[in-house]
């Protein structure tokens, strides 16, 4: 009987074949996106051997893509850059009575 260990420890990021956190969700959503393309393309009336080719390209370039992220950003990373966009480039204060009350 094999026993098959789960857990990675806690409070640790799920990981696979070097895919962490939610890029492993990123590249499952990618994948089924290329499910769909494939059966629109073939309903479509294109050839099946283009089809496959444009399709393997494409799911060459999610892999490359996924785990360019992985490694780049880290776990968390990827959502730390996202959500820098909404921070503001400067603040604007119309009086100083807020840094008056700081020095006490």
Do not use: W
Not at 44 to 66: D, N, S, T
Not at 74 to 84: H, I, N, P, T, V
Not at 95 to 103: P, T
């Amino acid at each position: 009987m094999a026993i098959y260990q789960i857990n990675k420890g806690i409070n640790r990021p799920i990981e696979f074949k070097g895919l962490k956190a939610q890029y492993i969700g990123y590249l499952g959503g990618g994948l089924v996106c290329l499910l769909v393309l494939f059966a629109v393309l073939y309903i479509a009336g294109m050839p099946v051997l283009l089809c496959v080719l444009i399709i393997v390209a494409l799911g060459g370039a999610l892999f490359m893509q996924v785990y360019r992220l992985s490694h780049r950003y880290g776990e968390f990373g990827l959502m730390k850059r996202a959500a820098r966009r909404y921070l503001p480039g400067y603040l604007k204060f119309r009086s100083r009575k807020l840094f008056y009350h700081l020095s006490r």
